[in-house]
């Protein structure tokens, strides 16, 4: 079977001096690459035990060490940087302490916002399949230069290094949106076919605080990915604007289904929650319950150590979610949101994403989260909690009037509170677990 370390070797051979990894000064080819792989594959292969853990930073490093021991024949469990020591303890005694099949290659830690992390076993078949599936719906070539930003350690940026490798094309790692400066300046490699993936929240700060400087870019940036998270119709459509020539992707993906379908709304409709057709790998299907079923190579193996939890999400070669949906009309793949996140007032069920969507299209909203709160007279209600821009003279009794002319009655917020922020994952997700009563 080929692995990705095999594309790897041949473009060490094909391409040697052609960039492989980028990092602020550090430039290293794909000859120097490899050599540096294959030297630390050697120090891994002599360690005992079957998984590696370790800690996903932003480095050239981690992508040699990452490849390194896959080459060795381990299991790479990457974990956010700054992972406490006894959760890291814990986690690589939880992968000593289980059976790792033969053909897995990374195990995944979840974020955890709906629960207990779980480790997501991920095949070599399925990364080959994940980075097929990129290739083949959003255009990768040879020549793409993809700016990771994300953590490492998390499928959303972690899968890009897959096509890129596969290609031969070139990465050039950052350290996140902390600093938007240093981010933008990644774009100034010498390229037209510049590539990243963003979640929403990022997005939405690029547009509000950095709009001129990412449109001076509009000629070198190839595509966007963005996923994770719903993307609002609004933020949509002004990044269209403002990057007339760049294919705009929404993807559905996660750490157990692999990347499934996505939707190029550049050149179709800014649709919010429209995720388009599968992928050549995947297929999908809705359940008699409304979420959203995955088939195909790209799915996890399971959980590590958790064959009963693998077995009720996973069986039957078919991959169940508690993502709800539908497909539209022309067979594209729409998410509603999750059945945990599904608010119950009154007897009518409110997916607090279709709210949300509405109040992110209101001029001056930064972002904002819809929640379940209590009232002391009439009990639970719909609460909106939201944070403004630098918009001088917004006025939230507008922004009522405005949501009563755009949501059914039954959908309108009871409660309003302006915040200084929304909390949110690591990886950019609004973290709902958070607000839960």
């Given at each position: 079977?080929?692995?990705l370390?095999?594309?790897?070797?041949?473009?060490?051979?094909?391409?040697?001096?052609h960039?492989?990894l980028?990092?602020g000064?550090?430039c290293?080819?794909?000859?120097?690459?490899?050599e540096?792989?294959?030297e630390?594959?050697?120090?891994?292969a002599?360690?005992?035990?079957?998984a590696?853990?370790i800690r996903?930073?932003?480095s050239?490093?981690?992508i040699?060490t990452?490849?390194?021991?896959?080459?060795?024949?381990?299991?790479?469990?990457?974990l956010?940087?700054d992972?406490?020591?006894v959760r890291?303890e814990?986690?690589?005694?939880q992968?000593?302490?289980?059976?790792?099949?033969?053909?897995?290659?990374?195990?995944?830690f979840?974020?955890?916002?709906?629960?207990?992390?779980?480790?997501?076993?991920?095949?070599?078949?399925?990364?080959?399949s994940?980075a097929?599936?990129l290739?083949?719906?959003?255009?990768?070539?040879?020549?793409?230069?993809?700016?990771?930003?994300?953590?490492?350690?998390h499928?959303?940026?972690l899968?890009?290094?897959?096509p890129?490798?596969?290609?031969?094309g070139?990465?050039?790692?950052?350290?996140?949106?902390?600093n938007?400066?240093?981010f933008?300046?990644?774009?100034?490699?010498?390229?037209f076919?510049?590539?990243?993936?963003?979640?929403?929240?990022?997005?939405r700060?690029?547009?509000?605080?950095?709009?001129?400087k990412?449109?001076?870019?509009?000629?070198?940036?190839?595509?966007i990915?963005?996923g994770?998270?719903?993307?609002?119709?609004?933020d949509?459509?002004?990044?269209?604007?403002?990057?007339?020539?760049?294919?705009?992707?929404n993807?559905y993906?996660?750490?157990?289904?692999?990347?499934?379908?996505?939707?190029?709304?550049s050149?179709?409709?800014?649709?919010?929650?429209?995720?388009g057709?599968?992928?050549k790998?995947?297929?999908?299907?809705?359940?008699?319950?409304?979420s959203?079923?995955?088939?195909?190579?790209?799915?996890?193996?399971?959980?590590?150590?958790?064959?009963a939890?693998?077995?009720?999400?996973?069986?039957?070669?078919?991959?169940?979610?508690?993502?709800?949906?539908f497909?539209?009309?022309?067979?594209?793949?729409?998410?509603?949101?999750?059945?945990?996140d599904?608010?119950n007032?009154?007897?009518?069920?409110?997916?607090?994403?279709?709210?949300?969507?509405?109040v992110?299209a209101?001029?001056?909203?930064k972002?904002?989260?819809?929640?379940?709160?209590?009232?002391?007279?009439?009990?639970?209600?719909?609460?909106?909690?939201?944070?403004?821009d630098?918009?001088?003279?917004f006025?939230?009794k507008?922004?009522?009037?405005?949501?009563?002319?755009?949501?059914?009655?039954?959908k309108l917020?009871?409660?309003?509170?302006r915040v200084?922020?929304?909390?949110r994952t690591?990886?950019?997700?609004?973290?709902?677990?958070?607000?839960?009563?």
């Amino acid at each position: 079977m080929t692995k990705l370390d095999d594309y790897l070797i041949r473009h060490a051979e094909e391409r040697p001096e052609h960039d492989a990894l980028v990092c602020g000064t550090e430039c290293i080819s794909y000859a120097r690459l490899y050599e540096r792989v294959r030297e630390e594959a050697a120090i891994w292969a002599s360690v005992s035990g079957k998984a590696v853990v370790i800690r996903a930073t932003q480095s050239v490093g981690f992508i040699v060490t990452y490849l390194a021991v896959h080459l060795a024949g381990k299991t790479v469990v990457p974990l956010e940087n700054d992972i406490p020591d006894v959760r890291m303890e814990h986690i690589e005694q939880q992968v000593r302490d289980n059976d790792i099949p033969e053909d897995v290659a990374d195990i995944l830690f979840t974020t955890g916002t709906t629960g207990e992390q779980k480790g997501v076993m991920i095949s070599h078949r399925a990364i080959v399949s994940n980075a097929e599936n990129l290739i083949g719906s959003q255009g990768y070539t040879d020549e793409t230069v993809f700016v990771i930003s994300g953590p490492l350690n998390h499928i959303g940026s972690l899968s890009k290094i897959w096509p890129v490798i596969m290609l031969g094309g070139t990465i050039v790692i950052t350290e996140g949106m902390k600093n938007m400066d240093a981010f933008l300046s990644a774009f100034e490699y010498p390229s037209f076919r510049l590539a990243s993936f963003l979640v929403p929240a990022s997005l939405r700060i690029l547009i509000q605080f950095a709009s001129g400087k990412l449109s001076a870019l509009a000629g070198k940036i190839d595509f966007i990915e963005t996923g994770a998270a719903p993307m609002s119709q609004c933020d949509m459509l002004v990044l269209r604007e403002l990057l007339p020539h760049t294919r705009l992707y929404n993807t559905y993906a996660s750490t157990e289904t692999g990347i499934v379908s996505t939707y190029d709304y550049s050149c179709n409709e800014c649709i919010a929650g429209c995720l388009g057709y599968p992928m050549k790998h995947a297929s999908v299907f809705i359940t008699e319950a409304g979420s959203v079923a995955c088939k195909g190579p790209m799915l996890m193996t399971g959980y590590i150590g958790e064959p009963a939890l693998t077995h009720s999400v996973l069986h039957e070669e078919v991959l169940y979610t508690s993502d709800l949906g539908f497909i539209d009309s022309k067979g594209r793949l729409n998410l509603q949101g999750r059945m945990d996140d599904v608010i119950n007032i009154g007897g009518y069920k409110i997916s607090p994403v279709e709210v949300e969507n509405q109040v992110l299209a209101y001029p001056g909203i930064k972002e904002c989260i819809c929640i379940c709160a209590e009232h002391p007279v009439i009990g639970q209600v719909l609460k909106l909690l939201y944070v403004i821009d630098e918009t001088p003279d917004f006025s939230q009794k507008q922004l009522v009037k405005f949501l009563k002319s755009n949501l059914e009655a039954h959908k309108l917020p009871f409660l309003y509170e302006r915040v200084d922020k929304i909390e949110r994952t690591y990886n950019g997700k609004i973290n709902r677990n958070y607000y839960r009563i």
